[in-house]
């Protein structure tokens, strides 16, 4: 169990002021040191206890040798699982901020959508005046791939809008938020039923094209498609031409090549929102409150929020 001595944090990221202000407020035994600059960091680096980062060049992970914890301030991880500097010993965490903010992002385009916002801005700019009914999502069917931190957030919104909420993980069990949970040999029966499919997978070796043409081709017509998690879960060549022969639609903030290059079909077509990874951005007061919750976890020799299983990949 960690003493109750000061620890030492390496805080290396863009905006460092932000980010130990906020953690120094709420843990000023923490000794602090942060940066966003690798030469600076490697002056740090060996003392550290504790790193508060996202990626972390090898040069500096190599030298990190009295590092206990490595708390990542995303939520996936891909690039620090299979690590080889990064020894079993040290335990790394995901931050589980996410969630709410991922669900404003997906809630925000269904009710533009059920709402016709589209509809009225055009008639709004043309001084036209026709009433249309809105749609319900009362009954919709809201199917979620990942009922992780940031899958169940967007269920329980979904079930608060009287949606009929279905769910996929990787270990089914009863999840609270969706009832019994599908598991991904089930992946064939969920898709056809979705009013809207919301993909919030990890990138893991086993979720690489979780959606590929076959999958894809099963989405209803009317159906729409988020892709929130990672964008190589989809296979995007498959995407584009699902979009061109179906009328269905796609909310894309995640890609399988970022930023999304200029001569993707995707910007293309008209029957896609594309936005730049924004649907869960950095948010460094979030961040820090829950590193801080979880370092008097630590403290405490508690278990941590949020520990990244290293051989399941997320
Ligand atoms: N677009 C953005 O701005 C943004 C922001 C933050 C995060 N993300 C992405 O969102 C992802 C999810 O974040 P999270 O915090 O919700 O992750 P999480 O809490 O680790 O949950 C991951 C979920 O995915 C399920 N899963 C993993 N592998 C699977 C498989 N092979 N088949 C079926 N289900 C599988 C897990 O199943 P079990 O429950 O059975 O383990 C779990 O329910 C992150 O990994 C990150 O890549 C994107």
């Known amino acids: ?28 035994r923490l000794e602090i040191h942060s940066t966003e600059k690798t030469d600076e960091a490697l002056f740090w680096i060996e003392e550290a206890e504790i790193l508060l980062a996202w990626k972390l060049p090898d040069d500096l992970l190599k030298k ?6 490595f708390a990542s301030t995303g939520a996936g991880n891909e690039h620090l699982v299979n690590n080889p500097h990064l020894p079993e010993t040290v335990i790394v965490t995901k931050t589980t901020i996410y969630g709410e903010m991922m669900a404003e992002y997906v809630f925000a385009y269904i009710l533009y959508f059920i709402r016709r916002g589209a ?8 001084g036209v005046w026709d009433p249309v009914r809105p749609e319900r999502l009362r009954g919709k069917v809201l199917a979620v791939l990942g009922l992780g931190s940031i899958g169940r957030e967007i269920a329980k919104r979904g079930r608060q809008f009287g949606m009929k909420v279905i769910g996929l993980k990787r270990s089914p069990e009863p999840v609270e938020e969706v009832g019994e949970a599908f598991g991904p040999s089930d992946l064939e029966e969920m898709i056809p039923i979705a009013d809207y499919l919301v993909n919030c997978l990890p990138y893991t070796p086993e979720t690489y094209h979780f959606l590929g043409q076959k999958e894809l081709a099963l989405l ?7 892709s929130i998690g990672r964008g190589k879960t ?38 896609v929102i594309i936005t730049p990874h924004v649907s869960g951005i950095n948010m460094p007061e ?29």
């Open 119 to 126: 509809k009225h801005l055009e008639d709004q700019r043309r």
């Open 234 to 271: 989809i296979d995007q060549e498959a995407l584009v031409r699902v979009l061109r022969s179906k009328k269905i639609r796609a909310v894309l903030d995640v890609f399988e090549t970022e930023p999304l290059p200029r001569e993707s079909k995707l910007w293309t077509l008209e029957n």
């Open 220 to 226: 209803k017509e009317g159906a729409v498609l988020f």
């Open 1 to 28: 169990m960690p003493s109750q001595k000061n620890h030492r944090l390496l805080i290396y990221h863009r905006d460092p002021e932000l980010y130990e202000e906020a953690i120094r407020r709420r843990a000023p």
């Open 286 to 314: 979030e961040i820090c409150e829950a590193f801080v919750d979880n370092y008097e976890r630590w403290l405490r020799g508690g278990s941590l929020v949020g520990v990244v299983d290293r051989k399941k990949g997320y």
């Open 64 to 69: 990190a040798r009295k590092l206990a914890w």
